[in-house]
């Protein structure tokens, strides 16, 4: 008996089909260009998260082969040291101002605990001296 076709159910939430995503063209395939330059630094940052991170294709909207060449650029670029290879962020908590302060919590929980302890030992010696005073 020969089997016959039957349409299977898909499994999973069915995608909207009123709202579709419009994709973002590629910026060197509207251009026609050849290569992506390395020298050109300017064009490279457009491509780089503010960590100075390679962003991914789906956010800069480049196909596949101009998102390798943008990548192998960046890279040259580096090397070169026309782009860094790391941009480090500026938090709002800064730590310029804390003087010798650990950085570390462990380091930070030790260092605690040591004046805590030196604080303590303090209070300990001082009470024996003001019982006699008052006596």
């Known amino acids: 008996m020969p089997k016959t076709a039957t349409k299977r159910k898909r499994r999973g939430r069915e995608a909207p089909e009123t709202k579709r995503i419009k994709k973002k063209p590629c910026v060197f395939c ?4 050849d290569w992506v330059d390395y020298k050109d630094v300017d064009l490279l940052r457009r491509f780089t998260s503010e960590r100075a991170k390679i962003r991914a294709r789906r956010v800069t909207g480049n196909c596949a082969q101009h998102q390798a060449d943008v990548a192998n650029a960046i890279k040259v670029a580096r090397e070169l040291a026309l782009l860094p290879y790391v941009i480090r962020p500026v938090s709002d908590r800064s730590r310029r101002n804390q003087g010798d302060q ?14 805590a302890t030196d604080r303590t030992s303090a209070d300990e010696e001082e009470t024996p001296a003001a019982e006699e005073e008052q006596a």
């Open 102 to 115: 650990p950085v570390g919590d462990r380091e930070l929980r030790s260092r605690n605990r040591a004046q």
């Open 30 to 33: 509207q251009q026609h260009v």
